[in-house]
């Protein structure tokens, strides 16, 4: 069986080569459509492939990667991203997956972060890819990426899919059990903000265009909740909830607006909801403790976090923390955000709890080396910092 490795791009002169190094011995061809780079993208791509093409991007993800389909010659087709990877050890897993009678792989996606906020956060010690070593983890996706080229098409603007193009003619999906590296949230800054802007263009127009559509509404709702407008994502979550009652975490989701736009009550009875539903248990579970923490109940909010470990989760150990410190049980807090601390000295919220704790306690010391390090490792409140730590050395 031969394999087509596509891949649609723009001004990607930064990642492209590594990404096409990685599976050069992967693929019998290499299909780029450049959807209007002005860097050395296309220069880059020619090093390794000379079927390049252009496409006037039309604000159509799906319309961009159906066109590189077209160009495909191969019987099966393998997308990635100009940032991302695949391990040269899973190419003979690849390799045998495409002698398989079966439609499509599911890939799980990592995108590698060394912020570990996210709820799906998963830490890569002790992971055996090379690939993850340099980052302390990341937050998984799954996605199909590789399909036989007998007709299948990409829908959807954004968050397009083959999915369903697939289950239409009735293919079996599979799951292969390889992973696909991908470094998107490393990216400069004015690249990822040029991005999320174009993201969030786009998935306001497919809201528009597929408004009965639950995984549009639903991504929207997500894409609404980072903007922190949660009467809005309260309104499209609702919309999902309706079109698919069983639509998969959308309780969890609903529990964490709930608890954001004051709807305490309706927050707990969606959280009941979830555990029903089975929903991801750090998921519902963080959700739920922050509507205890946003209505005040720290008691409430403690007991249900120590009914599970979620050690390596950063957030978990500073919800823990801070509910602690606002019940008053300084002595626990601080283990908790000294651990937040280790696993990451930039999880800034947690200075203001673990000094006002130590403080609590009497240990000035203690509080001051936490000031210090702080101060050292450029606390957005350096300055305040600085006058507390004075303050405390003279008492």
Known sequence: MSLSVCLIVKNEAGCLANCLNSIRDLADEIIVVDTGSTDRTKEIAAQFTSKIYDFTWCDDFSKARNVCIGKASKEWVLFLDADETISVLDHSLIREAITKD???????????????????????????????????????????RLFRHDGVQFAGRIHESVIPSIQEKGGVIGEIGVPIHHYGALKLDGVKLEKERLYAKLGKLKEREMSDNPKTLFESAKRTIMEKDFVKARELLEEVQDLHPTYPCIYSYLTYVYAHVGLFATAAKAFEVAVQQNEPVRLRIMNMAIAYERQGKFDDAVSLLL????????????????CLHLKGGHTKAVVYLEQVLTQDSTYWNAYHFLINS??????????IAVLEKGIAGGHPSKSEFEKLRKRLQCQ
Do not use: N
Not at 316 to 322: F, P, Q, T
Not at 358 to 367: F, K, M, R, S
């Open 307 to 322: 009914q599970h470990d979620f050690s390596s989760f950063v957030p978990y150990g500073y919800l823990l923390g801070k």
């Open 102 to 144: 079966i439609a499509g792989y599911l890939f799980t996606t990592r995108t590698y972060t060394s912020e570990l906020t996210q709820v799906s956060f998963v830490s890569s010690l002790g992971d055996s890819y090379i690939e993850s070593r340099s980052y302390k983890g990341w937050l998984p996706a799954q996605m199909c």
């Open 358 to 367: 130590y403080v609590a306690l009497g240990q000035h010391t203690d509080a």
